[in-house]
T-cell receptor
């Protein structure tokens, strides 16, 4: 067990709806990154939060947004869901922050299906 | 061109075999290199970091060639429990991990 927990584990949404996914980072970790993993692909970096500020973003549209809270937990919000948003969404926590690379621990993921 | 390229496999090997995975990366500014293991429908887990000098952890050996931008993973004496997808991962040092598609390994009795 990594100590990183995500909720919910599974979710089914309709195209056009909005979704919020949650992540509790491991104790002592101040950095949370979100990844999208489509079937048969490797995880793709969405964005990262360090001490409540966005600290880097991948090639995802603005309808993907996030938050990090003072306790370093995080949310990923996706608006106007599309069928291609169906994927496993992974949260990773680490203690590095900007400029440092330390081991990232992944949560078990949220499997989102858009119909 | 993808930033990290791997042969997707699957690699089908018998127990006890030695198997090697390779990957190449395109960003010469990459600073950190890893192999992650992902079991079916589970999260990725760090298998080992990869250093220029090469490193070994039991039956697993990883090598990095910065000049060729090439990373390898060797698994000796394969076990049934080694069946998984192996993800090659690079980072430029700002916590953003860039994953390859993964190579699927199936070890059979």
């Amino acid at each position: 067990e990594t100590g990183v927990t995500q909720s919910p584990t599974h979710l089914i949404k309709t195209r056009g709806q909005q979704v919020t996914l949650r992540c509790s980072s491991q104790s002592g970790h101040n950095t949370v990154s979100w990844y999208q993993q489509a079937l048969g692909q490797g995880p793709q970096f969405i964005f990262q939060y360090y001490r409540e500020e966005e600290n880097g973003r991948g090639n995802f549209p603005p309808r993907f947004s996030g938050l990090q809270f003072p306790n370093y937990s995080s949310e990923l919000n996706v608006n106007a869901l599309e069928l291609d948003d169906s994927a496993l969404y992974l949260c990773a926590s680490s203690s590095g922050g900007a400029g440092r690379n330390t081991e990232a621990f992944f949560g078990q993921g949220t499997r989102l299906t858009v119909v | 061109r993808k930033e990290v390229e791997q042969d997707p496999g699957p690699f089908n090997v018998p127990e006890g075999a030695t198997v090697a995975f390779n990957c190449t990366y395109s960003n010469s500014a990459s600073q950190s290199f890893f192999w992650y293991r992902q079991d079916c429908r589970k999260e990725p887990k760090l298998l080992m970091s990869v250093y220029s000098s090469g490193n070994e952890d039991g039956r697993f050996t990883a090598q990095l060639n910065r000049a060729s931008q090439y990373i390898s993973l060797l698994i000796r004496d394969s076990k049934l429990s080694d069946s998984a997808t192996y993800l090659c991962v690079v980072s430029t040092g700002f916590q953003k991990l860039v994953f390859g598609t993964g190579t699927r390994l199936l070890v059979s009795p």
